[in-house]
């Protein structure tokens, strides 16, 4: 388990963490047997193809699960996520990297929460493109 941030020495607008994962056909195989979504556009390439995708797509979860795992590997423990909403942008494709990111929105001191604006970027064709965007998480760091 990471150390836990520090309340007081965090800042509103600075960005907490950046996590990338390159996004591998195995491990979304993986993500779709744990989860049961056996859809074919996240399995079978030609099926992709017909439906106008190069090729497979990651489940959109799966780029929240990498979400949810870099803000916990920041803010050190599991249960210090409070609550996260998050908006489904863009697909990703096999071999981009997916970049986890967050950077503090607000502070609470007499609750201790930090709410955190979060978002998940691949860089496609010479530009940024958000997977997720729009989204916020809460941490405890009490």
Known sequence: MADRPEFDAIEVGQEVFSAGKVVKR??????????????????????????????????????????????KDWAGTPSALRSIKVQFRAVVYMDETLVAKGRVASKDPASRE??????????????TVQAIKNSQAVVSLA
């Open 26 to 71: 195995e491990d979304v195989k993986a993500y779709a047997d744990a989860s049961g979504d056996q859809n074919p556009l996240h399995q079978d390439d030609d099926f992709a193809r017909s439906v106008g995708f190069p090729g497979i797509i990651a489940h959109g979860m799966f780029s929240m699960a990498h979400l949810v795992s870099a803000l």
């Open 114 to 127: 930090v709410t955190l604006e979060v978002w998940a970027e691949v860089e496609r064709d010479g530009k």
